[in-house]
């Protein structure tokens, strides 16, 4: 850690602590249950959730409670190089380690046999989209009066070269110096603090790991308050 | 009165005299939500009265639903709820023989009943008692359950107040879906608006009154006399 | 929950007054909402909505081959997703009858009415030309998702502008050129679906409309040059037949409502 690092300047001039500007609204799909927009920067997911209701093959069904399930992907023009329409590994991969993520808030245990499911779409991608679809989702969860025991937020957090930063743009996932990018998507439920997704790909060290999950908290408790902003307007809306 | 909204994990009041009501939990000294909605508190007892979200059955509530099966047992009801309702041979008035089940309620049909039973997979529902069966005529509408209060009124008073203007006979589940049935294709019409103006202006003081002023002003209602 | 009989019947008494259920005469199409550039990765990128139902479309683009029998033209390449967040009627998975259905009768839409010049999207006759995709997407379906989906892919096409193509190394850049696609303005035509139930004749349905009409007509309509119309492709769906006297009343309808609403899909296309 003697060697200063390379990146000394985020290219959109952000401090390494700052988050994109965000964009929050709920209820945007007025067929769902509950839905919500979550918009990083460039990036912008949306989410959609139907339930609690009946699972159907039946037996899929669990009678001591009802499951989540998660269904995350990418539209084709979502990024530059076209990606080819329907699931991927990745997608179902990514749509996993969400649903394990939303499991810690969500309490389905006055719901056997029934599923909550949450639909995630990302119509338009600048890095950070798990963590944009998480945050969503979250939001759109509350909304469809899923009894949770907490919220949860999400953010990717990074490493280039040697700086830690939060809230990973396109630029800063492709930064090829020095070590190079390691991105760091994390998740943290709000009360308890606990972390309940984590991803890396890169390089880090443990000290390092140990800041960036730090870093990655306190950016967490200021998406909180964004997604409770959004939450509560909803109530407040009188069109 | 000015209700606060409430995002899960909050913590809504601290002090062990309160009492964790619907939509809340004890932590410790606090009284947390656990879903998203309206705080709602009276005396010592906290709810959260949710503001949107899939209808959760209870015992008692009147739903409205579709029959989407019939087998030797009974009709199986969809009533958009977390799990589907079941009314057994026993629970329809009268004798039923098992040949003459779907004349008396078909696939499709649709039906007012009450909950019995929430317990167990499928909910149990009743025809036996007077204002339940088989809907024969009327327009079906869908609105947020959560609504549902708003729309009946303390006692009943807001669907007397619609009955009122628009001399339609109204029938409200608690799931959220409400059957019209107006003399007159502009009094159903007429209904629906005034419904789903109370679901966008719910938290709106006066509302009565709002709403005769909308069926006067907008609809128009009362200026053609029979 | 189908559509129970007795709000069938309810439906066609108020259609026998010219009524529907949200206020609307039968001709009559809800508020249509556009926003362009819903997507900055996209070539063309816009969200439509027709009263609550929504749909996104964007267009990308990259090199590949001229198929044979089209040597010297670009290919075009339109698909749509129907997907459960849309809608509790939609399941999860590849794309099902209705889905496929839509993509292709929208594919038709555009391609008959030559509303892009292939040609000038070839490169190098018989090796490389450009592949144009426009991918529609569901987001809430409130009815009549084939007329939403066909207006945004034509709003897509309209605001997509070509991407910087480096001839030397051979690669797409992740920029644009200011260079729209090369559309024959004249030639846009609007898919225009008109569903009878029982006598009426209704546009823009709900979704409880849509499930009890007996048969449904898209057709993709433009100008003939003189203010006329010109239908360059046409796709009945459903069951239901139709008789020669009702199929003349349908032109007539259509002839009408197109020459209504035409000037209006032209503004919300070309701004």
Known sequence: MNKKSLYTKREDGRAFDELRPIEAKVGIIPNADGSAMYKSGDTVAIAAVFGPRILHPQHMQNSQKGILRVSYDMMTFSVYERKKPGSNRRSQEISKVIEWALENCVDLSEFPNTVVDVF???????????????????MALAQAGVPMTEMISAVAVGKMDKTLVVDVNKEEEDYEEGEGATDIPVCFLSKSKKLALLQLDGKISPEELKKALEMGRKACEKIYEAQVKALKQVGEERE | MERKIIVPGETIMTGEEFLPGNGTRREGKDIVASRFGLVDISEKLIRVIPLSGVYIPRRGNTIIGQVIDVNFSGWMIDFNGPANGFITLGEFPGYVNKDEMRDRLDFGDMVVAKIVNTSGKSIDLTLKMRGLGRIDDGMIIKINPNKVPRVIG???SMVTTIKEITRAEITVGQNGLISIEGKTIE???????????????????????????????????????E | MEV???????????????????????DEYRKIEVKVGISNKAEGS?????????????????IGTPYPDSQDSGNLSVGAELGPMASADFEMGPPKINAIELGRVIDRGIRESKFIDLKKLCIKEGEKVWNVYVDIYAVNDAGNLMDVAGLAALIALANAKMPVYNEKTERIEHEWTKNPLPLNKENLAFNMTLYRIDDHIVVD??????????????????DDGEGGARITSIQKG?????SEEEMSELLDILEKKW?????????????
């Open chain 1, 120 to 138: 995630i779409q990302i119509p338009q991608a600048d890095a950070g989209t798990r963590v944009a679809g998480i945050n969503a989702a979250v």
């Open chain 2, 154 to 156: 303390k006692e009943g």
């Open chain 2, 187 to 225: 009094d159903e019409l007429n209904t629906k608006k005034i419904i789903e103006f109370i679901c966008n202006n719910s938290y709106v003081e006066g509302l009565t009154e709002r709403i005769k002023e909308y069926a006067e002003k907008e609809l128009k209602i009362g200026e053609k006399d």
């Open chain 3, 4 to 26: 129970p009989r007795i709000q069938a019947r309810r439906i066609l008494e108020y259609l026998k007054q010219g009524k529907r259920f949200d206020g609307r005469k039968t």
């Open chain 3, 46 to 62: 816009c969200s439509v909505k027709f009263g609550d139902t929504e749909v996104y479309a964007g267009v990308k683009m990259d």
């Open chain 3, 205 to 222: 349905p709900t979704r409880e409309e849509e499930e009890i009409a007996e048969f449904r007509i898209s057709l993709a309509v433009g």
């Open chain 3, 238 to 242: 459903k069951q239901g037949a139709i």
């Open chain 3, 259 to 271: 020459k209504e609403i035409f000037p209006k899909i032209k503004k919300h296309v070309w701004g």
